[in-house]
């Protein structure tokens, strides 16, 4: 079975400082791996993933993360944050098999102070 | 419209009565997932509907659950007797799958349930 760990629920940040949001899994076999921003009162949306190939994966809004696969983590970083930033991050994993199922980890909660 | 959408946007019920929930997912996307959000927790998983594939139900939290996709497009999800912890907010999200390649999720807006 596959999980994910997500281990801070909430980081505040001054506005302008950097930021990492910790994501770790476990699976038996390869997986993707994704992270989404929910936006208070709005749906999920896609920030980045990994397939495979390069290990550091740039998303949207100037975010980046890190594939390791020897520490089975997938962490989150942004070096100068904003107010807008403010919003629940998840982690996600899918193994790579014709099942499509995507466990979500329980979320951080990021909060960019002014 | 161009994004999956869901109604109602908001529920409130009483304990015990049944609700149902829709999702309009993108057109031409044939997976199909709904996922529950409790306050403060993450995305818990409970069902997925592929194609004309039978739905892998293996997250639905108990008998009260179930759910249903007509013509390989509109979603509904049915909870029967709502309980309390039934409160959350439900999200429904459809993909496009083809080959091997991942395709992202797109998400509706959810549907916030109350239980009183």
């Known amino acids: 079975a596959q999980s994910v760990t997500q281990l801070d629920s909430q980081v505040p940040v001054f506005e302008e400082a950097p930021v990492e949001l910790r994501c770790n899994y476990s699976?038996?076999?390869?997986?993707?791996l994704f992270w989404y921003v929910q936006y208070p009162n709005q749906g999920l949306q896609l920030l980045l993933k990994y397939l495979s190939g390069s290990t550091l994966v740039k998303g949207i809004n100037g975010f980046e993360a890190e594939f390791n696969k020897s520490q089975t983590s997938f962490h989150l970083r942004k070096p100068s944050v904003h107010i807008s930033d403010t919003a629940e991050y998840f982690c996600a994993v899918r193994q790579k098999t014709s099942y499509d199922k995507v466990i979500f980890g329980p979320g951080t909660s990021l909060s960019v102070i002014p | 419209g161009a994004g999956v959408s869901q109604s109602p946007s908001n529920k409130v019920t009483e304990k015990g009565k049944d609700v149902e929930l829709r999702c309009d997912p993108i057109?031409?996307?044939?997976?199909l997932y709904w996922y529950r959000q409790s306050l403060g927790q993450g995305l818990e998983f409970l069902i997925y509907f592929q194609g004309n594939s039978a739905p892998d139900k293996s997250g639905l939290p108990s008998d009260r659950f179930s759910a249903e996709r007509t013509g390989g497009s509109v979603s509904t999800l049915t909870i029967q007797r709502t309980q309390q912890e039934d409160s959350a907010v439900y999200l429904c999200a459809s993909r496009v799958r083809s080959g091997d390649s991942y395709n992202e999720q797109f998400f509706g807006p959810g549907t916030r349930l109350t239980v009183l």
């Open positions: 057109s031409g996307h044939t997976a």
């Open positions: 699976s038996s076999v390869s997986v993707y």
